[in-house]
């Protein structure tokens, strides 16, 4: 991955093998607005979560769309758009359906609370496809991102967070391609 700086303010980030095409193998990012989390997925593959700049007092009503844009160091991966997220974690979780290509955990980040949904995607005729979602309480450690999938008997399930009687619930929902 190569980082080109810019007195613009702006930046390109491009695949090292194809720096002229900036189109298909890269992105634009504007430094004045925007800034990027990078995330290690593996060891050969990251991910780049490029997010609006956050504004002073801002609790999701002071920006017209908060969508993020999650680009790929491996380049057979499609973006993934998000909508209704200030920031992402994510875990590859390997080959749950047989297709020969991992599937992906994504939690989106928001202003507030330890209450989020976590979501799994799967690589469908070049495009992310959300497989299975529900809640996630991620304040605790007992299942980070990465231990949110699970084998079962019959394949496997994704572990999702609930609140009954006050008391925090995990839950197996079975995972179906």
Same mark, same amino acid.
């Not at 890269?26 to 700049?53: I, R």
């Not at 202003?111 to 304040?139: A, D, E, Q």
């Given at each position: 991955?190569?980082?080109?700086?810019?007195?613009?303010?702006?930046?390109?980030?491009?695949?090292?093998?194809?720096?002229?095409?900036?189109?298909?193998?890269?992105?634009?990012?504007?430094?004045?607005?925007?800034?990027?989390? $990078?995330?290690?997925?593996?060891?050969?593959?990251?991910?780049?979560?490029?997010?609006?700049?956050?504004?002073?007092?801002?609790?999701?009503?002071?920006?017209?769309?908060?969508?993020?844009?999650?680009?790929?160091?491996?380049? #057979?991966?499609?973006?993934? #758009?998000?909508?209704?997220?200030?920031?992402?974690?994510?875990?590859?979780?390997?080959?749950?359906?047989?297709? %020969?290509?991992?599937?992906?955990?994504?939690?989106?980040?928001?202003?507030?609370?330890?209450?989020?949904?976590?979501?799994?995607?799967?690589?469908?005729? %070049?495009?992310?496809?959300?497989?299975?979602?529900?809640?996630?309480?991620?304040?605790?450690?007992?299942?980070?991102?990465?231990?949110?999938?699970?084998?079962?008997? $019959?394949?496997?399930?994704?572990?999702?967070?609930?609140?009954?009687?006050?008391?925090?619930?995990?839950?197996?929902?079975?995972?179906?391609?």
């Amino acid at each position: 991955m190569l980082l080109i700086a810019c007195n613009n303010n702006k930046q390109t980030v491009n695949n090292a093998a194809n720096t002229a095409d900036t189109t298909k193998n890269g992105f634009t990012v504007d430094y004045g607005k925007q800034e990027v989390d $990078t995330v290690v997925l593996s060891t050969t593959d990251s991910a780049f979560v490029v997010k609006n700049k956050a504004i002073k007092d801002d609790m999701g009503d002071k920006q017209k769309d908060y969508t993020i844009q999650v680009y790929f160091t491996n380049l #057979s991966w499609p973006k993934l #758009s998000f909508k209704n997220a200030i920031g992402a974690d994510l875990a590859l979780t390997g080959d749950l359906d047989g297709d %020969h290509l991992p599937e992906l955990l994504f939690r989106p980040e928001w202003f507030s609370s330890c209450w989020s949904t976590v979501n799994l995607f799967s690589l469908k005729n %070049h495009t992310w496809k959300m497989i299975k979602n529900g809640s996630m309480y991620f304040c605790s450690d007992q299942y980070p991102l990465s231990k949110r999938v699970v084998k079962t008997d $019959t394949g496997y399930g994704l572990l999702t967070d609930s609140l009954t009687d006050d008391k925090f619930i995990t839950l197996k929902k079975t995972i179906k391609f």
